[in-house]
């Protein structure tokens, strides 16, 4: 079975105080990994997806990279305006019948103080 | 392009009561997708479309229906809704292309769904 877990479950930080979300995964075959940030009240917006261990990705203050076994994303700096949940989700291969599914992790909510 | 849109945004249902969300997207996307989100969950694929008049089953697809007779709506029917059903429904789209920007899902906005 495709697992995706994300720690820490919560990280407050303060501006301009640099960290990094984990996302952890198993899965018989990735085919991607996406990264979506979520406001609260709003449904989850595209960030980044990668494709092979070793690829990153970077927009504004967000670096996201991806090994064998999890992907990081990186906040550089962080202000206020970043303070979101952040969802990790991989696609697998499945013999061409994966249809695009993702399976979710839990999300890591970020508070980034003033 | 307004993207992925949902209807209603928020809904109280009485045990016993049906209702359909209505899911539409202008992209003309091939793929679509319910969710549900729930407190420490995260989200869990419902059902999805691979095309019109076609359907399958997702993770957690008990006490739901849908139908896709357009390429560019997806409905969700609760039956018989309970509160176990109570939750964030997340409708998303996405094209049939495998790579690149054929690969990510789109979503809407949510519907909050309250079952009393």
């Known amino acids: 079975e495709d697992q995706v877990t994300q720690s820490p479950e919560a990280l407050r930080l303060q501006e301009g105080e640099s960290s990094s979300l984990n996302c952890s995964y198993t899965v018989s075959g990735l085919r991607g990994l996406f990264w979506y940030r979520q406001d609260p009240g709003k449904g989850p917006e595209f960030l980044f997806t990668l494709y092979s261990a070793g690829e990153e990705k970077e927009k504004e203050r967000l670096k996201a990279t991806l090994t064998k076994k999890e992907s990081f994303l990186h906040i550089t700096a962080p202000k206020p305006e970043d303070s979101a949940t952040y969802l990790c989700?991989?696609?697998?291969?499945?013999?061409?019948?994966?249809?695009?599914?993702?399976?979710f992790g839990q999300g890591t909510i970020l508070t980034v103080h003033p | 392009n307004a993207g992925v849109t949902q209807t209603p945004k928020f809904r109280v249902l009485k045990t016993g009561q049906s209702m359909t969300l209505l899911c539409a997207q202008d992209?003309?996307?091939?793929?679509m997708y319910w969710y549900r989100q729930d407190p420490g969950m995260g989200l869990r694929l419902i059902h999805y479309s691979v095309g019109e008049g076609t359907t399958a089953k997702g993770e957690v697809p008990d006490g739901y229906n849908v139908s896709r007779l357009k390429k560019q709506n997806f409905l969700l029917g609760l039956e018989s809704a309970a509160p176990s059903q109570t939750s964030v429904y997340f409708c998303a789209s996405k094209s049939s292309r495998l790579a690149g920007t054929g690969a990510t899902q789109y979503f809407g906005p949510g519907t909050r769904l309250t079952v009393l």
């Open positions: 989700a991989v696609q697998v291969h499945a013999g061409g019948t994966s249809y695009g599914k993702l399976t």
């Open positions: 992209m003309n996307h091939e793929y």
